[in-house]
């Protein structure tokens, strides 16, 4: 990655987001029309954009800590205007002398949603300081700016302004949902803009921070993005690099026919939270959001899960994704060696079973597994084959809201696909509720019997080798620490 020289230029300034912020009249025609067009000039910048972010990021937290610690009332802090409160700092890129103003939005409301979900500033700001991000190719089709962070505990993503500024408007309500009940809701933990000069007049983007589910010491072999839905659902031709971890609600029904069987009890947690969560959107007028679904498999090895697919197709795509995280990781090994000081950790900040919250023995299920033991997955059993798995998973896109845009492209469907038109992406809120839980809890998540067959196998000796050449120290953490004794049910009574 390319490093710019970088100075902040003046302090940073406070101030309240103007009420023309909060248009309910708009129909968001222009912000679909301005992303695209701005994702293309920025395309060219992404070192750039993720170098000043980054300072931003690092110095809106110290300035907020400072004021959290010796805070001076003024007349900016009004009780209820806690999401419409911003900080701005402008930034100076030396080489070009390009001027940047990075903004803050809703500073102290996010840093509580980080530390109810045990985020400390410190952790927080060791994620971003001294190292740069890693930007990537957004794989959806939105074609969005993402970044992570060198110890892959965060991910930075672009919004579309609308999406932006619906996230402020639900803040509150998202903060109590997150913080009061069980929820597979995305976890966004912080927002930013960047207004950039250009020949005519300022470019404006917006970029949230969320909390990456799929951390690399998970380990994960297989994601998929799941809908409900089954036209342009499923992977062909060429794979490029932006799908490799994009398998698709049929690709899922391909791979594992029969599902995947849980134990009764987190069966029905799982059900009724996802369900919730589910009526929740629904209310919010919120569609096309997605279950993005991570599989690590306990049994099989690479290999063998090459031979069990065909050589082409979903099997080239798996072969292909699996070199280049190992490549990846080798790289990054080389650039963690250059810093003694930092290790990549297993610290993971969305634990699925302790959102199911059930009492469940972890020794039983995770084996001495330490990634298991810090991550909380899912413990799973591919139906028809008994081969175990671990899972994780989590809510994600969940700020599209059913308006003219979408509407429209629902008309489009049902004109050129009558009979089938209900099956595309984007349907009705309610609709899209109704099939997104049937196909979740007909053909991915089955419920076991009595039959929940956990059990050890043999995992082969060249499988354990590979995973030790890649264990890594972990990083100290207090989340680590905050393990309560494990209660012992036997699911298979």
């Known amino acids: 990655m390319t490093h710019h020289n970088i100075i902040g230029e003046g302090d940073i300034t406070e101030g309240l987001i103007s009420n023309d912020f909060w248009n309910v009249f708009d129909c968001r025609l222009l912000t679909y029309v301005k992303s695209p067009i701005q994702l293309r000039f920025l395309s060219t910048r992404t070192n750039l954009i993720g170098c ?3 300072h931003g990021i690092v110095d809106f937290l110290d300035y907020l800590q400072k004021n959290l610690n010796d805070y001076l009332s003024d007349n900016i802090h009004i009780l209820g205007t806690e999401n419409r409160l911003f900080y701005s700092k402008t930034y100076k890129n030396i080489d070009d002398q390009m001027e940047i103003e990075v903004t803050c939005l809703a500073p102290t409301v996010f840093h509580q949603i980080r530390h109810d979900l045990g985020i400390t500033s410190q952790l927080f700001r060791l994620s971003f300081s001294p190292y740069q991000l890693r930007d990537f190719t957004n794989p959806g089709k939105s074609g969005s700016l993402m970044y992570k962070t060198l110890d892959d505990l965060f991910i930075l993503k672009t919004l579309r302004e609308y999406e932006a500024r619906y996230l402020l408007q ?8 997150i913080n009061q009940r069980p929820t597979f809701l995305n976890r966004y933990i912080g927002l930013y803009s960047l207004r950039f000069p250009t020949s005519l007049s300022y470019m404006e983007i917006y970029i949230v921070v969320m909390i990456n589910i799929f951390p690399m010491t998970t380990k994960i072999n297989e994601i998929f993005d799941l809908k409900g839905s089954t036209i342009k659902r499923k992977l062909r031709g060429n794979i490029s690099k932006d799908q490799l971890h994009k398998l698709k609600d049929l690709d899922f029904k391909d791979l594992y026919p029969h599902g995947i069987l849980l134990p009764k009890t987190i069966y029905d947690r799982l059900h ?6 589910a009526k929740i959107l629904k209310k919010l007028q919120i569609t096309d959001f997605s279950l993005i679904l991570g599989i690590r498999h306990l049994d099989v090895s690479v290999d063998d899960l090459m031979q069990r697919r065909p050589t082409t197709g979903i099997a080239a795509l798996f072969h292909m994704s699996q070199r280049l995280a190992m490549i990846h990781l080798e790289n990054l090994h080389l650039e963690i060696k250059a810093s003694e000081d930092y290790s990549l950790s297993p610290v993971c900040y969305f634990k699925p079973m302790e959102i199911i919250d059930q009492n469940f023995d972890r ?5 001495q597994d330490s990634v298991a033991f810090n991550t909380w997955p899912i413990p799973g059993i591919i139906n028809g084959t008994n081969q175990r798995i671990y899972i994780y998973l989590s809510l994600i896109d969940i700020l599209q809201t059913y308006d003219f845009m979408k509407q429209f492209e629902q008309t489009l469907h049902r004109i050129k696909n009558p009979l089938n038109h209900h099956q595309y992406s984007v349907v009705e809120p309610d609709d899209y509720e109704k099939r997104f839980i049937k196909f979740l809890f007909g053909n991915v998540f089955i419920k076991s019997q009595d039959d929940f067959a956990w059990h050890m196998k043999q995992r082969s000796q060249t499988t354990i080798e590979k995973e030790n050449k890649t264990k ?7 989340s680590l620490e905050r393990q309560p004794p494990a209660l012992t049910v036997d699911f298979r009574l």
């Open 52 to 54: 000043i972010l980054r």
């Open 272 to 277: 009724l939270i996802l369900s919730n969560d």
């Open 472 to 478: 890594i120290q972990p990083r100290r953490s207090r």
């Open 363 to 367: 020794t039983f299920f995770y084996n």
């Open 170 to 177: 639900i803040l509150s309500g998202y903060h109590l949902q």
